[in-house]
Nanobody
């Protein structure tokens, strides 16, 4: 089993920045691709960004390209999401996800085997 714990959420003004962290514990040797999803009130959970185990492959949703950056430190079993130029529409609960079968990164939620509990990000206008 793998446990994922997100941190770093909070309240920020539009145009500001936040960095989210996702720390993995347990059988971390089996985690490959990792991703961030988000879910706003009344909306479905959506893909934000994903990163391969090596860190060489990264994918972003169009809505965050150029503003968000994902990176990972495998020595610390941690994935980060640097969010810049935040907008009110970025307000959501952000979830970290990991897949353990080597399927790689996907925008589909079913691709991921483990999920964190989520961290709230609120961007005020």
């Amino acid at each position: 089993q793998v446990q994922l714990v997100e941190s770093g959420g909070g309240l920020v003004q539009a145009g500001g920045s936040l960095r989210l962290s996702c720390a993995a514990s347990g059988r971390t040797s089996s985690t490959y691709g990792m991703a961030w999803f988000r879910q706003a009130p009344g909306k479905e959970r959506e893909f934000v960004t994903g990163i391969s185990w090596s860190g060489l492959s990264k994918y972003y949703a169009d809505s965050v390209t150029g503003r968000f950056t994902i990176f990972r430190d495998n020595a610390k079993n941690t994935v980060y999401l640097q969010m810049n130029s935040l907008k009110p529409e970025d307000t959501a609960v952000y979830y970290c996800a990991a897949e353990s079968s080597g399927r790689g990164i996907s925008r589909e939620r079913l691709n991921y085997d483990y999920w964190g509990q989520g961290t709230q990000v609120t961007v005020s206008s």
